[in-house]
């Protein structure tokens, strides 16, 4: 995400971070206008950019669709969305105001990106907003008791609370589900948003205008293999699903690195260290092979005996990737088995500096030294 160039609650100061001269959202069709504002407001569980896309080349007025995939894990009458605060846009959608307007309710329905009201003065810019589809007798609660109140007649006070305190750095701080009442169950269509060609992921970004009639494209299957391996690192769920991708994979699309790459690492898991080597010899073979493909490959040929040529492959995926802890801690071993001792210690405190909470490690490098660290 990019940093706005404004600070946060300056009055007037534009929430929007992109020129707007270029892209005027009120233009475009309310679906167009949310995918830019989805591009930075909306995370989902994983972002997967499609293949051969890039973020920085994202065109507002198109569909966010042709470049990213927002997945989310899909949530359960058991397991429901756990608050209110979910992101702005899926929030948004499960508004009876977004469902009742199929979708006319937009992000700029309520925010202009060159207006930001103070505090003092959102009562009354919001409630202008709300009234373009109310009117004050729409509200069930008597105008006399919302008068009562400080601010008076404060619509958002009452239907999109805040909450006090900022959990999760993505969720939002005021309710976008514009509930009639605090504590309102999430609408059935919360439990119905997978299809029967994606059942275990909802997705956030649609690929088309709300009520389009036409084949909505299911997402390439590299897109999934990303997916799904991304969650099935702490979602053990998901690891059927990720390996499932990857065999079909591996036969529609072995040229894919990707594809060599993570068939490498499965065949590594499973100590099939031969098969592991052959993937992630071909993964190389790609222009710009990632930091772990090496140190994959490093460790399939250190089980193998072949420990020699090991080496220089760790050196490398530290080169291409330093701020990674494991390929590091990797260098650290290495060395240490090559009997590089001197070098060893340098990797360590090098690895140190980068992650000094590391206790363990630093206990290893008070060790070599041959101090104590003390109680
Ligand atoms: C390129 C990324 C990006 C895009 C696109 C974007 N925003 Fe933002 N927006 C931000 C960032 C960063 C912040 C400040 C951090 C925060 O409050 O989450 C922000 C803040 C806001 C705020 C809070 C007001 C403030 O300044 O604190 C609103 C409201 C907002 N954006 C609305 C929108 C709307 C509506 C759209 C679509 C028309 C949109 N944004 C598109 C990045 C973006
Ligand atoms: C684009 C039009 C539109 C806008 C803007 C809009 N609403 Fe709604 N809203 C509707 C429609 C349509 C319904 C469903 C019919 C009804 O209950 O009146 C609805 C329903 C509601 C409900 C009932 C929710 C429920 O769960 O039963 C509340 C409360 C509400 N709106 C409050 C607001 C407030 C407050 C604002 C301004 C912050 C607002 N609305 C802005 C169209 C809109
Ligand atoms: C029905 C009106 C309405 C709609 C539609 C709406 N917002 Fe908001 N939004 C608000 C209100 C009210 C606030 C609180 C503003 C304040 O207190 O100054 C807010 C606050 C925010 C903030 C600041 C952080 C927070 O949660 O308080 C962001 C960011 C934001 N909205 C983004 C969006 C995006 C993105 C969309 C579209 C997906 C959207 N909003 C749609 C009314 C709306
Ligand atoms: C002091 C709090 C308060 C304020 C201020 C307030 N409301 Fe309400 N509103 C309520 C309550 C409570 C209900 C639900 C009553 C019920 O269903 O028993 C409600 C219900 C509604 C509904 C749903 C009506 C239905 O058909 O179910 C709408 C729409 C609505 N309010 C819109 C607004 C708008 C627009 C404003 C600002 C002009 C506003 N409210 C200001 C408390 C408030």
Known sequence: MQAKSTPVGKKNAPAVPFDSKIVDPSRLTPYLADNICMACHQTGDVRVLKPGKKFQDIRPGHPLDEWLSILMVPPTPQSPPSEDHVEHYYSMTLSKCYRATQGKLTCITCHDPHVEPSREEAPAYFAAKCLTCHTNQSCKLSLEARMQQQPANDCIGCHMPKRNIQVISHSTATNHRIVA???EAFPDVTYNQTTPSLPDLVRLNPAQEPGSTS?????????????????AENRPQYV?????????LEKT??????VQAALGRRDLKNNEYQLAAKHLRLALQSPSPEATTYADLADALVHLGQTGEALPLVEKAVDLDPYNPVVRKMLVVRLIAEKQYTK????????????PQD???RQMLARAEGKSTGP
């Open 253 to 258: 699309q072995p040229d894919d690195a990707l």
């Open 359 to 361: 206790d363990f490690m």
């Open 240 to 248: 059927a699903a990720y390996l499932r991708v990857l065999s079909e």
């Open 181 to 183: 009442r605090p504590g």
């Open 215 to 231: 084949q909505v494209d299911s997402l390439p299957a590299i897109t999934l293999l990303r997916a799904y391996g991304e969650l």
């Open 344 to 355: 060893a210690h340098q990797a360590l405190e090098q690895y140190l500096e980068i992650f």
